[in-house]
């Protein structure tokens, strides 16, 4: 009797919703409302695809130089024409004239990691001094903060580096989707936000290679906002439009910079912007730092360099990894340092492809 009812109603709704639709088909406004809706939600979904690949011509806006790998690229021919990029199917990565030879960013894959016994810790020096002042600029392609000191300029030593490098700039790398932003990934995964300092060997500024820079990495992913990265984020709308350079009340670099000692990711790869110059030294600590989706969504709002289309991707994919290149897990172990794991003497290991 139940299952009677049951069967009776539903046959009576279906019959009442075939009724209106049928006599609203009746009626050419209606049909053409409909019409007009089914084109409306098709064209949304084009524009959004459009904005998430990122389509669009060149623009003729700011140059974007002073990236974090632009920056370091020197003068000359080269370091002009490397600035007319960006992450578009135009101009973008697949197109750029790089080496295929140790490049980044990188797959990081734990079973192909080396455990790399350190007999010194990393050290990190001055990252909590105030700075004398720090500007943020929006360069077409990214952010890029600055800072000056007055006394000691924040360096790196330690570990198995073999000279102290000095702070030049940071940059981020983000995407308009959370599962897509970073440009190294771990273990098959990125993460919606990285951070990339540039550090140098010798005084801090321009530079004619990369092989006095030691690159270091951070990964954030959505949690809880993050109070450190208010000072940053919260002047990210005065440098919206690209080529925009401001100066923003200074605080610790330490504020942005987790000073990790032990229990990090080495390898040797490039920069990642066009001219993408090899030699650079990456650290990249592999816990992630919090970002709540309210601080994430500001570095979206940044206009790219047409200064008419967001940001909405800035990041390289990665790039193959062959048998000869080794990725180290660097871990502090000053007194048993030789009864660790030994190097692997057959890495299996293939070419990859790219991922997006």
Not at 95 to 113: H, K, L, M, Y
Request: with cysteine.
């Amino acid at each position: 009797m139940v299952e009677c009812s049951l069967c009776s109603l539903l046959n009576f709704l279906f019959n009442c919703v075939y009724h209106v639709i049928s006599c609203a088909l009746d009626y050419p406004l209606v049909v053409m409302a409909v019409s007009l809706l089914i084109a409306l939600v098709f064209v949304i979904n084009i524009h959004t695809a459009m904005l998430i690949c990122d389509f669009r011509f060149p623009g003729r806006g700011a140059s974007g130089g002073g990236s974090c790998g632009a920056g370091a690229s020197g003068g000359g021919g080269e370091s002009n024409s490397s600035m007319n990029f960006d992450y578009g199917p135009d101009n973008g990565p697949h197109n750029w004239r790089c080496s295929d030879a140790n490049q980044s960013p990188i797959n990081i894959i734990d079973e192909n990691v080396q455990k790399f016994p350190i007999r010194e810790l990393l050290c990190w020096n001055h990252y909590d001094d105030l700075p004398n002042g720090i500007m943020l600029e929006n360069n077409g392609h990214t952010v890029v903060l600055r800072a000056c000191f007055s006394g000691n300029t924040p360096t790196v030593s330690g570990a198995d580096l073999l000279a102290c490098y000095t702070f030049v700039e940071l940059c981020f790398r983000w995407s308009l989707l959370s599962n897509d932003g970073s440009e190294h990934m771990l273990n098959y995964r990125k993460f919606p936000l990285e951070l990339q300092a540039m550090h140098r060997t010798g005084p801090s500024g321009d530079c004619t290679s990369s092989y006095d820079l030691l690159m270091v990495g951070y990964f954030f992913e959505v949690s809880a906002n993050n109070p450190y990265l208010d000072p940053l984020v919260q002047n990210l709308h005065r440098i919206q439009k690209p080529g925009s350079k401001i100066e923003i009340p200074p605080f610790p670099l330490s504020y942005l910079l987790y000073q990790f000692r032990t229990g990090f990711y080495s390898y040797g790869g490039s920069l990642t912007e066009p001219p993408c110059y090899q030699g650079a030294e990456w650290f990249l600590f592999p816990e992630p730092l919090a970002i709540s989706e309210r601080q994430l969504n500001e570095f979206r709002q940044l206009l790219s360099k047409d200064g008419k289309t967001r940001i909405l991707r800035n990041s390289r994919p990665v790039q193959s990894i062959n048998c000869t290149r080794v990725v180290n897990l660097n871990q502090y172990n000053p007194i048993d340092a030789y009864q660790m794991e030994p190097p692997v003497s057959e890495v299996q290991c293939e070419d990859e492809e790219s991922f997006e």
